[in-house]
């Protein structure tokens, strides 16, 4: 709950980070004194009564909540048949408004082939580019570049890109990354920013992920699921997770960006000239360094004229 509101606390006139919390509960059952309590003391969360016998009424309610909190970038994430058999709905949105630091050039961004992982071309995309100074690197590690790019005024949010180096296909980054943690590459992102020449599609992308409870399962998480699960601090009435929804949307354009434990000793560095072009599939991660939390994560790899 600290963590949340830390991340949320932004002084970067730069960069707008909103999130907003409430918890839907059913008017047959009640929150505990205890769970009430602590929710009121951190202020992490809102909480509503409502009529879960009226599906059609309560998804409503919970989708015009969503819009707004994300600023109209997420609509629909409830349908009324999520809440069959619901007793709590628990929503959490976040909202990333980012300026560049240093913007790219609407008269520089051209209509360039995208590749995939074998160098076949597969479509089009609008490549904006923009020769500056930034942090790059290579991370043997993760057989990747990687590039940041801040944001805003302060040095505290950047998007962090990792393009698979020659031959390396991306779901390979995407898995060596569990081998490095954002405090580490973090620390390799002290060196010193060179000139580099950047190109990276201009894009928008929306999706869902309905299947977090199976991902869940599979990391072990699987009691909260079950008639076994124990909520008792929250409620007197016996409850169990029925399932996770996420939906992200994030747009990446010349001015900024809208979004609905290992050693370094494997960490290189490459002198300059240095080009970093991300015409094939490519792993972006918006971070918050001061607490060393990503706030977005997702991978590129389907082109689009956006």
Known sequence: MKLASTVTTNNDTG????RSALIFVDKTISLSDFYK?????????DVETASFDNPDVVAYVINEYVRRATHDTIEDIITPADLEN???VMLDAIF???IWKKQFSVEDTEVSAFYNDLGDSIGDVNLMFISSQFKVGIIKQIDAQIL???YGNSDRYSMILFLPLDGVPLYNVISNLKSINLASIKNFLKNDPITVQVQIPRFEISSDLNNLKELMIDMGLKAMFEDRADFSSMSDFPLHISNFIQKAHIEVTEEGTVSSASTLDDFSFR???YQFIANKPFLYMIVDKQVEVPLFM???SKPSLY
């Open 15 to 18: 960069v707008i980070l909103e």
């Open 37 to 45: 309590a602590r929710l009121g003391m951190t202020s992490i969360a």
């Open 86 to 88: 619901s007793l709590i």
């Open 96 to 98: 990333f408004k980012g």
């Open 148 to 150: 940041e790019l801040p």
């Open 271 to 273: 002198s300059m000239p």
């Open 298 to 300: 997702g991978a590129y």
